[in-house]
Nanobody, 121 residues
């Protein structure tokens, strides 16, 4: 059974930076796609960024150029570096992945439990 585990969350001051990590464990070959989503209280889950195993990435307008997704080559590990954090970025951030699908859909088969990010002074 494949599991995705997020780490690196916590509290950061407005304007600060944070890097989240997502690691996959279990018997699986290279995950073609790894992505990040977030869900703030009272809001629907929204996509933030995704990257395939070649490092090709796309971003939504939710964080725009304040977010950077990266992947370790040949490892099922992804990172989300967030800069210029705002209070409205506070949310539970989820890692998602899929062995086959990436672009053209945000419906992925594997999901982490999520990790809290708070932005406050």
């Amino acid at each position: 059974q494949v599991q995705l585990v997020e780490s690196g969350g916590g509290q950061v001051q407005p304007g600060g930076s944070l890097t989240l990590s997502c690691s996959a464990s279990g018997h699986i070959d290279t995950l073609y796609c790894m992505a990040w989503f977030r869900q703030a209280p009272g809001k629907e889950r929204e996509a933030v960024a995704r990257a395939n195993s070649d490092g090709v990435a796309t971003y939504t307008q939710e964080m725009g150029d304040r977010a950077t997704i990266s992947r370790e080559r040949n490892k099922n590990t992804a990172y989300l570096t967030m800069n210029g954090l705002k209070p409205e970025d506070a949310a539970i951030y989820y890692c998602a992945a899929d062995p086959v699908l990436c672009f053209g859909t945000w419906e992925y088969s594997l999901w982490g439990q999520g990790i809290q990010v708070d932005v406050s002074s």
